[in-house]
T-cell receptor
Framework: GQQLNQSPQSMFIQEGEDVSMNCTSS?????WLWYKQEPGEGPVLLIA?????ELTSNGRLTAQFGITRKDSFLNISASIPSDVGIYFC?????????????FGGGTRVLVKP | DVKVTQSSRYLVKRTGEKVFLECVQD?????MFWYRQDPGLGLRLIYF???????EKGDIPEGYSVSREKKERFSLILESASTNQTSMYLC?????????????FGSGTQLSVL
């Protein structure tokens, strides 16, 4: 089953709004990653988090590594139309060979009509 | 900039056909990966490779095989395509050994099996 659960599955944004999404797991992660996939493209790494409690920004995006190491949050401030896409959380499962990444199901961000 | 190129953007194949998906990266990366992307399921790892001629199974290898004869090229093979293999296929590469967070993805191949 899915190791990383993302919420919400989809959301509508209005220009100027702040939006949040999260990612949770029953397993502990030592690294949390956030990727964005724009329509017709592959995912691109936005932010990497390496320490519990860490808060890291990339422009209008801010991500946090949860204290329990079982969750992470991504916030987009003052959203703009080009924020549309699918946002994935990911992390290397400690028990997985070669630290290969596990991805969440994604949060699809759409613009309100 | 790293470039990961997938040979086809769209492919339509028939059930039972043998299908080859090709991926080339131009940054001398050690590691290459094949994922499939399905709505609500995120990206699931099919196979990966840490070196030439080396391959390891990911989470969903059944019905697939891979080939890495040269460092820059990683091929995904569907031996006998089935309708449940209709999906978006993403190739990725990353430098070095160890944590693979710096994955660079290609634009994907949307495969339809009829």
């Amino acid at each position: 089953g899915q190791q990383l659960n993302q919420s919400p599955q989809s959301m509508f944004i209005q220009e100027g709004e702040d939006v949040s999404m999260n990612c949770t797991s029953s397993s502990i992660f030592n690294t949390w990653l956030w990727y964005k996939q724009e329509p017709g493209e592959g995912p691109v790494l936005l932010i990497a988090l390496y320490k519990a409690g860490e808060l890291t920004s990339n422009g209008r995006l801010t991500a946090q590594f949860g204290i329990t190491r079982k969750d992470s949050f991504l916030n987009i401030s003052a959203s703009i139309p080009s924020d549309v896409g699918i946002y994935f959380c990911a992390g290397p499962l400690i028990k997985a060979a070669g630290n290969k990444l596990t991805f969440g199901g994604g949060t699809r961000v759409l613009v309100k009509p | 900039d790293v470039k990961v190129t997938q040979s086809s953007r769209y492919l339509v194949k028939r059930t039972g056909e043998k299908v080859f998906l090709e991926c080339v990266q131009d940054m001398d990366h050690e590691n290459m990966f094949w994922y499939r992307q399905d709505p609500g399921l995120g990206l699931r790892l099919i196979y990966f490779s840490y070196d030439v001629k080396m391959k390891e199974k990911g989470d969903i290898p059944e019905g697939y095989s891979v080939s890495r004869e040269k460092k820059e090229r990683f091929s995904l093979i569907l031996e006998s395509a089935s309708t449940n293999q209709t999906s978006m296929y993403l190739c990725a590469s990353s430098p070095g050994v160890g944590l693979n967070e710096k994955l660079f993805f290609g634009s994907g191949t949307q495969l339809s099996v009829l």
